[in-house]
Protein backbone atom coordinates (compact mmCIF):
# COMPACT_ATOMS: atom_id res chain seq x y z
CA UNK A 1 0.00 0.00 0.00
CA UNK A 2 2.79 2.20 0.39
CA UNK A 3 4.27 2.03 -3.25
CA UNK A 4 0.61 2.56 -4.58
CA UNK A 5 0.65 5.81 -2.48
CA UNK A 6 4.25 6.87 -3.59
CA UNK A 7 2.75 6.52 -7.39
CA UNK A 8 -0.29 8.31 -6.78
CA UNK A 9 1.79 11.69 -5.54
CA UNK A 10 3.59 14.27 -5.88
CA UNK A 11 6.23 13.63 -3.12
CA UNK A 12 9.08 12.00 -3.50
CA UNK A 13 12.38 11.67 -1.67
CA UNK A 14 15.18 11.96 -4.32
CA UNK A 15 18.67 11.07 -4.32
CA UNK A 16 18.92 7.44 -2.25
CA UNK A 17 20.46 9.66 0.54
CA UNK A 18 19.35 8.85 4.33
CA UNK A 19 21.36 7.94 7.69
CA UNK A 20 19.06 5.75 9.81
CA UNK A 21 19.66 2.90 12.79
CA UNK A 22 21.70 -0.29 11.15
CA UNK A 23 19.42 -2.21 12.10
CA UNK A 24 16.68 -0.16 9.92
CA UNK A 25 19.39 0.63 7.25
CA UNK A 26 19.16 -3.35 7.11
CA UNK A 27 15.60 -3.80 7.12
CA UNK A 28 15.70 -1.33 3.89
CA UNK A 29 18.28 -2.61 2.08
CA UNK A 30 17.28 -6.29 2.29
CA UNK A 31 13.67 -5.53 0.57
CA UNK A 32 15.41 -2.94 -1.65
CA UNK A 33 17.84 -5.29 -3.33
CA UNK A 34 15.29 -8.22 -3.22
CA UNK A 35 13.43 -5.43 -5.50
CA UNK A 36 15.92 -4.37 -7.66
CA UNK A 37 17.28 -7.92 -8.24
CA UNK A 38 13.96 -9.40 -9.09
CA UNK A 39 13.47 -6.42 -11.29
CA UNK A 40 16.68 -6.84 -13.09
CA UNK A 41 16.40 -10.20 -14.10
CA UNK A 42 12.66 -8.78 -15.94
CA UNK A 43 13.68 -5.68 -18.01
CA UNK A 44 15.71 -5.37 -20.47
CA UNK A 45 18.15 -2.24 -20.45
CA UNK A 46 18.46 -0.13 -23.32
CA UNK A 47 21.87 1.86 -24.27
CA UNK A 48 20.30 5.38 -23.52
CA UNK A 49 22.54 6.36 -20.67
CA UNK A 50 19.61 8.05 -18.99
CA UNK A 51 17.07 5.44 -19.13
CA UNK A 52 20.19 3.11 -17.73
CA UNK A 53 19.37 4.73 -14.77
CA UNK A 54 15.71 2.48 -14.20
CA UNK A 55 17.34 1.23 -10.75
CA UNK A 56 18.06 4.45 -9.31
CA UNK A 57 14.78 6.02 -10.20
CA UNK A 58 13.31 2.66 -8.47
CA UNK A 59 15.37 3.03 -5.81
CA UNK A 60 13.92 6.19 -5.00
CA UNK A 61 9.97 5.79 -5.15
CA UNK A 62 10.97 2.24 -2.95
CA UNK A 63 12.53 4.26 -0.44
CA UNK A 64 9.61 7.29 -0.43
CA UNK A 65 7.58 4.03 0.30
CA UNK A 66 10.15 3.13 3.07
CA UNK A 67 9.60 6.78 4.56
CA UNK A 68 5.89 6.36 4.89
CA UNK A 69 5.93 2.55 6.36
CA UNK A 70 8.17 4.00 8.85
CA UNK A 71 6.24 6.80 9.57
CA UNK A 72 2.78 4.59 9.73
CA UNK A 73 5.30 2.87 12.81
CA UNK A 74 5.39 6.42 14.22
CA UNK A 75 9.42 6.48 13.77
CA UNK A 76 10.54 10.19 14.25
CA UNK A 77 11.47 11.08 10.02
CA UNK A 78 13.77 14.39 10.33
CA UNK A 79 14.96 15.72 6.71
CA UNK A 80 17.13 18.08 5.06
CA UNK A 81 17.16 19.86 2.17
CA UNK A 82 19.68 19.01 -0.19
CA UNK A 83 20.39 21.94 -2.52
CA UNK A 84 20.65 21.08 -6.51
CA UNK A 85 22.80 23.55 -8.26
CA UNK A 86 22.66 23.69 -12.08
CA UNK A 87 25.19 25.32 -14.65
Known sequence: PYL???LNSHTLYIG???????????EYLSMLFT????????IILLTDTYQARVFG??????????VLYCKSKEMKIRHAWILNIKN
Request: aromatic fraction near 12%; proline fraction near 0%.
Open 4 to 6: KKV
Open 16 to 26: NLFVMQKSLTN
Open 57 to 66: FLAERLFSAF
Open 35 to 42: VLEDVEKK
